[in-house]
């Protein structure tokens, strides 16, 4: 079987809830590059996550980007995983060990001040979301954020993105 058969199989797994055979499937892959070899681990993750495994998540996470560092989704989603295994200080530092490949990317800008503004660094949270460009909607929903929402309404950041057709 192909990668690609062995990633839909776990999917339609994944969406049946039986995750011990997604991973199971995951286990029979032998990834031939470095990039399916991360295709395989954003799978784990997903797994891990569905199932609420945050610990083996963060793991999964750590081990990943040592030996593929340059994959921001490991970041994006280990951070998150970490974040609920642990702490946010460590979600944290975890995503920005990431800056050399997530800074294009506004998620990663989101996360850092969704993590900033819950560790209540105000200042620091507001010039990370506001470098999230597309994320006006969502950052008024965000709980993360809550201290932020009023500055946000004032500033009608949400209105601007969808006049710029971010959202």
Not at 140 to 146: A, G, I, N, S
Not at 155 to 160: T, Y
């Given at each position: 079987?192909?990668?690609?058969?062995?990633l839909?199989?776990?999917?339609?797994?994944?969406?049946?809830?039986?995750y011990?055979?997604?991973?199971?499937?995951?286990?029979?892959?032998?990834?031939?590059?470095?990039h399916?070899?991360f295709?395989v681990i954003r799978?784990?993750?997903?797994?891990?996550e569905?199932?609420?495994?945050?610990?083996?998540?963060?793991?999964?996470?750590r081990?990943?980007v040592?030996?593929l560092?340059?994959?921001?989704?490991?970041?994006?989603?280990?951070?998150?995983?970490?974040?609920?295994a642990?702490?946010?200080?460590?979600?944290?530092?975890?995503?920005?060990?990431?800056?050399?490949?997530?800074?294009?990317?506004?998620?990663w800008?989101?996360y850092?001040?969704?993590?900033?503004?819950?560790?209540?660094?105000i200042?620091?949270?507001?010039?990370?979301?506001y470098?999230?460009?597309?994320?006006?909607?969502r950052a008024?929903?965000?709980?993360?954020?809550?201290p932020l929402?009023?500055e946000?309404?004032a500033?009608?950041?949400?209105?601007?993105d969808?006049?710029?057709?971010f959202?």
């Open positions: 079987m192909k990668l690609s058969e062995h839909t199989v776990a999917d339609g797994y994944l969406e049946l809830g039986m011990r055979d997604a991973l199971d499937v995951l286990e029979e892959i032998v990834p031939e590059t470095e399916e070899h295709q799978k784990r993750l997903t797994i891990w569905a199932v609420g495994d945050w610990a083996q998540g963060a793991r999964t996470a081990e990943a040592l030996t560092p340059n994959y921001a989704d490991l970041y994006l989603k280990g951070a998150y995983a970490i974040r609920r642990e702490s946010v200080e460590s979600a944290l530092e975890f995503l920005k060990s990431g800056e050399h490949c997530c800074s294009y990317t506004s998620l800008w989101y850092l001040g969704c993590y900033y503004c819950v560790l209540g660094r200042d620091d949270a507001k010039k990370h979301v470098k999230a460009v597309g994320f006006g909607k008024l929903q965000e709980k993360d954020l809550e929402w009023d946000f309404r500033a009608r950041w949400a209105e601007e969808e006049e710029e057709g959202d």
